[in-house]
């Protein structure tokens, strides 16, 4: 979205797998089909979701590794090569060629809002971007190709350190912003699916203890067919410091506007 000259009413960042797009039969399926290449057995859906509970494991290839160090593997792959089987797996091609010869698992990939919500924040005096840790080729593929952003505000893997270390999200809120961060500022808000997100937040307060920080929290969509373990996973995000779950992206507005006021 272009910059604009009038300072806006907040600074909304999002997260992308989990909130933006659903990566269960993507994302999560090369994890699991990863650690079978290596292991001969594939995890539960259980054990990714207690890993990224723990608030360090936003990056799918060292998740990855260390579910294969978890299950004994040994000897352990190189992480090059392990890269290499999990890029297979989701791309199914070249990451940095032609999306439309890309026969992998990023095929696979329901969105969860379209560009209309988009337009909405725009109207609502809303500035957003993005900070994810996904590889740049498959954010701008779901932003700009799928959803038709134009030039989408992106911090992506290899833009900045890995969440939750939070220097991504406070240098693209300071961007979005117009300003420096701090008392005064227009509150920053950032909507993510895991632990990692949460402390993400937690520790840009942190380190901006006079900036408004907002921590909103979804979980991932293939909790949410499973009551109990969905209910579990929230408790743990609310544990983390979000400041509220929400049941799906598409109601950040009708949740967030009011606290704006």
């Known amino acids: ?5 009038t300072p806006p009413r907040a600074v909304v960042l999002f997260d992308i797998d989990g909130v933006i797009r659903d990566v269960s039969a993507s994302y999560r399926r090369a994890i699991v089909e990863t ?20 608030g360090s494991w936003n990056n ?18 190189a992480f090059e090569e392990l890269v290499a089987v999990f890029e297979g797996f989701y791309f199914g091609g070249d990451p940095a060629g032609d999306p439309g010869h890309w026969r992998g698992y990023i095929r696979d990939e329901p969105l969860l809002v379209q560009q209309a919500f988009f337009a909405a924040m725009e109207a609502a005096g809303l500035a957003y971007g993005f900070v994810s840790g996904a590889e740049p080729p498959s954010c701008r593929y779901v932003l700009e190709t799928r959803l038709g952003l134009a030039n989408p505000p ?6 900045a350190p890995d969440k939750p270390d939070p220097t991504g999200l406070l240098q693209l809120a300071s961007r979005l912003a117009g300003e420096s961060l701090g008392a005064g500022a227009a509150p920053v808000v950032y909507l993510g699916d895991t632990v990692a997100d949460v402390l993400t937040v937690q520790r840009a307060r942190a380190q901006c203890p006079a900036q408004r920080f907002l921590s909103f929290a979804v979980a991932p969509p293939h909790l949410h067919r499973e009551l109990e373990r969905r209910a579990a996973y929230e408790a743990k ?7 509220a779950v929400i049941p799906c992206t598409a109601n950040l507005l009708e949740m967030l506007l009011p606290l704006l006021d």
């Open 1 to 5: 979205m272009p910059l604009s000259a």
């Open 35 to 54: 650690v079978h290449h290596f292991h001969g057995q594939r995890p539960e859906p259980a054990a990714i979701d207690g890993l990224k509970s723990e």
């Open 60 to 77: 799918d290839w060292q998740a990855s590794m260390e579910l294969l160090r978890r299950t004994g593997q040994t000897p352990l792959p």
């Open 154 to 159: 992106l911090i992506a893997m290899g833009d």
């Open 237 to 243: 995000l609310l544990q983390a410091g979000a400041d």
